[in-house]
């Protein structure tokens, strides 16, 4: 493959300016053929835009009769006109970014003309397929399946491409282009000669052949780092485009080293995903997990900057609604409550909720002894498990059997007839009602919930001994705290898996029941209608959409609104960051969220900030119920239809190639937590190299080991040092600075102090809403870094960092993307100790 000038004209081929004044004019030429294309597609964005900002005023401005009907129907096209309306201003910036020039052949076999691709032979890649309103092709989705080539064609492969373009544009102004020849052969044999692209600062590792658009993407990834993730879709490299692409059903394991891309791939095969399976995805979305909060705000532009909104993203401290983890724990604690020892134990704490008194019980109703027999009650207990309903919906069966018995007792004592079904009734609940009754038959089966048991569970350690033997007695210790404390992240798993076993408790019931029924007289009666309607949304949607859209829930709900408000909600795919993290109670709260079992699972085991980092994906997905091994939760019903059990197909996949973080940096981390005894099973290569970008301060036996204050002011100087370099490469203000600690909370505040006594370092530091992203420089342990980038790190103390995690210390020294400065109190690490100065 070859990188050519740009050539203007219908002709592809490359054109050799006899001068440097006749290169420019041919780069002007070129940028108007571009800009005309561009203003044609932004026109049509326009176009697109108007109208359905139209529809949705004109929707919003309608009077409704106030059935369930009218306003459903309403509520429905406003949700999918202010849908369509955020899908289509997500895609503004850079909304056309390349090009593609066909063979004759290619051109012939993909057909199709328009003003813009002359008969197939020429092709406008952006991040949403535009037609004007002939519906003839101007702009081609990146997704369709003849954009391909323009990720996947070299050289040894055309797959139909002459040439590649790359075009970078500013706000919808077109300001420059990048060639490749990809066919020389189709061109006659003449070749073009290779323009600067940015290759000079390719690393060794790396060879032209192995990066598409080379010079667009050594340009995004030295673009200074503004604290959101961004799109790739211009860029995407073949290997990753692969992944994007691959089918989404079952487990796909998307791993490799740190930078290389596999949040970005994950994040654009859910938007791929929702192009290929649209209309599955849609009626059931996508769920996101990712590590912290700040992540999650971290990537949350990528999506809608690609058209696509019906995610639910969430932290597993927050999947459940209406419960807010807030607590901390030791990471081993939180380990053992991963374990998938908890299926059992959990099981065993429900059942012991579930007693046979160990003699008969007298109970007195209205001043008549009635008594409960253990065989009753015994024989209650195994009708009531045999109904299959978990814990506190089996009672109703329970006491009511039970009820029945003392009914027949009651009578006997007083002579009553209860042939009459009115007088059986009423006997009963007065029965029900006796407080001797109430008390009796709730320790037989008492109810509760999820958090009230394991509340039990934390606070009272005999009931956990007996509960959980498999556990040592250290490992109970762990898990035991006062009552009240706070829920943790672990703890969410374990809820999950008890509201399966517990079911909801009666208040919830009741609730649920009333809330289901008017929503199901809402869809029916909304359905009916749509159904009957004409020229329903102009042709942009369908009665049945419609109906979809309302379908379980409110119709004034988004999709993502209603799926994050329910916890049986079955989603359609789900995706996984930093998967290595998580433990089987995390996989089978997960499964039971996707029971066709389509996810993208994203990590580096090498990241793996625990106590016993997993050996394998097969090990670390068992709890999922993947092929490799590991029974699937129980089912329940869902929002598609019934879950379903078997093993889920497990796919692997690498990329090797990281986009981040310069070479230097990466062999150091290498080299560092190897030495740990820490493995690093993806060997990576970075794209490129930068002089410099690594510096580490031995500051042993030196004052600031010892002093507050003298460290207190080698750390203000070196942030300091930092900041001017990053004003230097990025201008005053631009890039992200991070300063990473080894532990959370204490220490990040002592440092955070010891920045702020100087004005300009503490105005870098204020982080807009609590966002620590918005701050120039931010301070953090770095457990908290994980997933995310900046373009300097200064990173304290890795000794501690090693002692602790060396996952952890793997994560905060491949963080930035152009320099990484070490400040050391104790010796340098082994692998560092070359470089300090
Ligand atoms: N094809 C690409 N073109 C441009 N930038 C890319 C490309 N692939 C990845 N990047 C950039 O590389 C950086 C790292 O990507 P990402 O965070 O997805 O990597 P990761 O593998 O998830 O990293 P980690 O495991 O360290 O969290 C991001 O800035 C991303 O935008």
Redesign the pocket.
Known sequence: MSHTPPSSGDQPGPRQPASAESAEAARRRELDTEQQVVDLAYAELDRQLDRARRSLAETEAQEVSGTHQSRGERDAYAVHYSGLVSSLEGVESRLVFGRMDMTAQAAQAAGGSSPVTRGGARHYIGRTGLQDSAHREVVLDWRAPLARAFYQATARDPMGLVRRRHIDTRDRTVVGVEDELIDVTALGGKDGHQDDGGSGRRTHDLQEEDLQGEGA?IA??SAARDGR??D?VA???AE?DRVVTSGGRGVLVVQ?G???????VALHRVAYLFYSERERLERSGVLLVGPSPTFLRYVEQVLPSLGETGVVSTTMSDLLPGVRARGTEPAQAAEIKGRSAWVEILRRAVRSLQRVPDGPRTIRVEGTSLVLEPSQVREAATRARRSGKPHNQAREPFVLWLLERLTDQYAAATGQDVSDPDTRAWIREDIRTARDARREINLCWMPTTPTGLLERLWTRPQLLETLAPELTATERGLLRRPAGSALTAADVPLLDELAELLGPSEDAQAHQARLEAQRHEQLVAYAAQAIESQELGNGMVSAQMLAQRVQGTGPSLTLAERARADRSWTYGHVVVDEAQELGAMAWRALARRCPVRSFTVVG?LA?YSGPHAPASWQEALAGLGTSAGGSPPRGSRGHSGKRTSGSAPLRQEVLSVC??TPATIMAAAEAVVGALGHPTPYPVRSVRDLPDCLHVDDLSGTRSAQDDQAWAQVLRSAVSEERDLLDSWAGPGGGRLAVITAEADQETDQVVQALAQDPALAQAMEAPGGDVLRARVAVMAAAAAK?L?FDVVVLLDPDRLAAASPGDLYVAM?RPTRRLRVLCRSTPPQGLDGRHR
């Open positions: 993407l995004a990834m993730m961004g790739i860029t995407i490299q990753q490799g740190p930078g290389t891309g596999k949040t970005a580096d990241q986009y981040r997933g980038e491949t």
